[in-house]
């Protein structure tokens, strides 16, 4: 009687331990897909982010007067594309406002703490003259 007790519960435990196997290996693709998704979407974000920080808004074209060209701009410009210490975007905007710019596209974009910023971003370049 005692050997077929036993033999009952090994024979119940496999399909229970399976069906436990599956669920946990479910749950283990699951999460796995939805942190996949998750990193895909984030990537994409940043990506498009990225291009805006090096091409603006190509339907908006930005003009640059050459008077907002002031030492204080080109230093702090070249220093941030030097270093690539973007964190100082938005007192470059504040000297750019100094130096007389009154463009909204370029000043927003300096100043917008959610955007991310590369070597390249059109606002130093546009600065520098880079083209």
Not at 51 to 74: C, K, Y
Not at 117 to 131: A, I, P, Q, Y
């Amino acid at each position: 009687m005692e050997e077929e007790v036993d033999l009952l519960c090994e024979s119940a435990e496999v399909p229970l331990l399976d069906d436990q196997n599956r669920i946990v290996e479910s749950v283990r693709l699951e999460t796995a897909f939805f942190a996949a998704r998750d990193t895909l979407r984030l990537l994409g974000k940043k990506r498009g982010h990225t291009l805006r920080d090096i091409f603006g808004n190509p339907f908006r074209p930005v003009a640059f007067a050459p008077a907002w060209r002031t030492s204080d701009v080109m230093l702090l410009a070249q220093g941030i594309y030097d270093e690539r210490a973007f964190d100082r975007m938005p007192i470059l905007a504040d000297a750019l406002q100094d130096a007389g710019c009154d463009s909204d596209d370029i000043l927003n974009h300096c100043r917008d703490t959610a955007q991310v910023h590369v070597r390249g971003c059109w606002v130093c370049d546009l600065v520098l003259g880079k083209s």
